[in-house]
Nanobody, 121 residues
Framework: QVQFVESGGGLVQPGGSLRLSCAVSGWIRSIYVMGWYRQGPGSQRELVAD???????TYADSVKGRFTISRDNAKNTVYLQMNSLRPEDTAVYYC???????????????WGQGTQVTVSS
């Protein structure tokens, strides 16, 4: 019902930058909050940042001032600009959207497949 195309992950040196993107498609009636989560080795999945359709944002304390989330509502796409990357940012980054689909009842969370980000020299 909902498909994700995530891109932009990879290997980067400490201090470098990456830009993740996540395009959502399918039988979507409404998309509400879109966000990025991450799960590092041996860690629980955690919120990195999310954004409402009106542009209100939330960030984890660990990424404030370094990461910027944005979205293009017309394209159902959310972006994560990551600057000043650190080794501790290494994780699989997952796109999540809270959305309602046609014929699917009320809104619920949908998750992308994840993209690996590795910060290492």
């Amino acid at each position: 019902q909902v498909q994700f195309v995530e891109s932009g992950g990879g290997l980067v040196q400490p201090g470098g930058s990456l830009r993740l993107s996540c395009a959502v498609s399918g039988w979507i009636r409404s998309i509400y909050v879109m966000g990025w989560y991450r799960q590092g080795p041996g860690s629980q999945r955690e919120l990195v940042a999310d954004i409402t359709p009106d542009g209100d944002t939330t960030y984890a304390d660990s990424v404030k001032g370094r990461f910027t989330i944005s979205r293009d509502n017309a394209k159902n796409t959310v972006y994560l600009q990551m600057n000043s990357l650190r080794p501790e940012d290494t994780a699989v980054y997952y796109c999540k959207t809270y959305a309602a689909v046609y014929g699917g009842g009320g809104a619920r969370d949908y998750w992308g497949q994840g993209t690996q980000v590795t910060v290492s020299s």
